[in-house]
């Protein structure tokens, strides 16, 4: 059974700090996706990535995927208030299937 | 753009009550997903299809049971609500894995409180 578990919980952060969330997963998959919530909202999709080594950056956010440690990164640089939100990884349970188990999501809040 | 409804943003309902969530997507994609989204918790998969009338338990099935009689449409049913089943009820659409673009749309959440 997957399991995936996201590192912290809650992250209170100064604007300009730079920072990282952790998301590691229990067995083999090919596919790990980084989501944004804001508070009230459903989910938006940050980034998709689908081979090891895979690097993907978006203005302040960069996501990695590294496959043999089942281990994916979401690096926040030169925090700013905007980017307070609940970020969730999801992993798919197997090549063979597209069925999505997410983590327990992070909770950042940026401050002045 | 990927549209995903849910056909309530807020419900109530009472302890016993058959309830029905309602869930359209029109970007003809073949999976879709029902989820619970609770404090601490994150979100917990209830019940994932991959093609009408197929569909599979996700981790907290119990308690729910889903239809998908068409493409584009998928419903979670409450059998008899408890309160504890109030909860955020999210739903999602997605391609199969063998696309490129494969991530997950949600729609916007139906807020159930069951009383």
């Known amino acids: 059974e997957l399991k995936v578990e996201q590192n912290p919980l809650f992250l209170s952060m100064q604007e300009g700090k730079n920072y990282t969330i952790y998301c590691n997963y229990s067995?083999?998959?090919?596919?790990l996706y980084w989501y944004r919530q804001d508070p009230g909202k459903s989910l938006e999709s940050l980034f998709v990535?689908?081979?090891?080594?895979a690097v993907k950056q978006e203005g302040r956010l960069m996501a990695s995927l590294d496959t043999k440690a089942r281990l994916s990164t979401l690096h926040i640089t030169a925090a700013v208030h905007d980017l307070s939100a609940t970020y969730f990884c999801?992993?798919?349970?197997?090549?063979?299937?597209?069925?999505?188990?997410f983590g327990t999501g992070t909770r950042l809040q940026v401050f002045p | 753009d990927v549209k995903v409804t849910q056909s309530s943003r807020y419900l109530v309902k009472r302890t016993g009550e058959k309830v029905f969530l309602e869930c359209v997507q029109d970007?003809?994609?073949?999976?879709m997903f029902w989820y619970r989204q609770d404090p601490g918790l994150g979100l917990r998969l209830i019940y994932f299809?991959?093609?009408?009338?197929?569909?599979e338990k996700g981790d907290i099935p119990e308690g729910y049971s889903v239809s998908r009689e068409k493409k584009e449409r998928f419903s979670l049913i409450l059998e008899s609500a408890s309160t504890n089943q109030t909860s955020m009820y999210l739903c999602?659409?997605?391609?199969?894995?063998?696309?490129?673009?494969?991530?997950?749309?949600f729609g916007q959440g139906t807020r159930l409180t069951v009383v």
């Open positions: 999602a659409s997605s391609l199969p894995g063998v696309d490129i673009n494969t991530e997950a749309f």
């Open positions: 299809s991959y093609d009408v009338k197929m569909k």
């Open positions: 990535l689908l081979s090891n080594g």
């Open positions: 999801a992993v798919a349970t197997s090549y063979n299937t597209d069925k999505l188990i």
């Open positions: 067995t083999t998959s090919d596919r």
């Open positions: 970007m003809d994609h073949e999976n």
